[in-house]
């Protein structure tokens, strides 16, 4: 499989249809691809909580059409990141506008969505995202023709349990696009290997360029193989990475090394 991870720069004063504009034209430049992912809350800045409320669409918006219409031209399957999604009033928040969420979209060669991923963990403790957003509560797989992708967003990547769930539904590929700060760039190089060694799986994680309300991004996209091996790390500014890599080593690594057979801890069994 090829995928293309897109390390937008989230540029400050470029509106929000501007860079709808822009990110869709890169995911078309990406034809030949089989997966393209895009960051977290690239529409905004993941750190531009006031602008989150403001730029609030739902599910089947105005970035799932403009994001549909670059995957149908593109041909590939497009992990559109995520966006600050408005919810059906009512939905999850006592408001009658409905609650925000932090959703990803991911959608099909034919623009349909496959699948919508509200982000569990929230980031922020008690201000920003934490506060502002609500928390989903399921988790996502999606199947392609060669892999099964697993999805995450950013924060989430510290909660190795959530990647344990995914890979018990069938995940072989961990997806997570992010908003994560430069300040903490070692976390995020550092739990990308590890969410990969621990699970046997790939990850392939899209981070964002630039700056978000005076918040420096780490960028920094960096694709994982099973054995923990870095296939591919961009570097700090806007860039799109590409990839080559097999989705079979996911199987073949299991049975070379069936670490995940031996599994004590938080399998369903009886307690005395």
């Avoid at 219409?69 to 995520?82: K, M, P, Q």
């Avoid at 899209?206 to 694709?223: E, K």
């Avoid at 989705?247 to 995940?260: G, H, I, N, Y």
């Amino acid at each position: 499989m090829r995928a293309s991870l897109l390390q937008v720069a989230v540029n400050e004063g470029e509106s929000v249809e501007s860079r709808r504009r822009r990110v869709a034209a890169l995911v078309r430049e990406q034809a030949g691809a089989d997966l393209v992912v895009l960051p977290e809350l690239w529409t905004t800045g993941a750190f531009a909580h006031e602008d989150f409320a403001r730029e609030a669409e739902p599910l089947h918006g105005p970035t799932f059409e403009a994001m549909a219409a670059a995957a149908r031209d593109a041909g590939v399957w497009l992990h559109a990141g995520s966006v600050p999604e408005r919810a059906a009033a009512g939905e999850g928040s006592s408001g009658g506008d409905g609650a925000l969420y932090n959703t990803s979209l991911v959608l099909s060669p034919a623009g349909d969505l496959a699948a919508a991923y509200r982000k569990i963990h929230r980031f922020g403790f008690d201000r920003g995202e934490a506060v502002l957003m609500s928390a989903g509560d399921a988790l996502v797989t999606v199947p392609l023709p060669h892999t099964t992708l697993g999805v995450a967003t950013c924060y989430d990547l510290r909660f190795p349990e959530l990647f344990r769930g995914l890979v018990d539904a069938g995940a072989e590929t961990l997806v997570v696009p992010a908003g994560w700060p430069e300040r903490r760039r070692a976390h995020w190089t550092l739990l990308a290997r590890a969410r990969a060694v621990e699970n046997q799986t790939y990850v392939l994680a899209c981070g964002t360029a630039g700056t978000h309300a005076g918040v420096p991004q780490a960028g920094h996209s960096i694709v994982v193989d099973p054995w923990g091996e870095v296939l591919a790390e961009a570097g700090p500014g806007e860039q799109v990475l590409t990839v080559d890599f097999d989705p079979a080593l996911v199987a073949k690594t299991r049975e070379q090394f069936p670490a995940l057979k031996d599994r004590v801890l938080g399998l369903d069994r009886p307690h005395r």
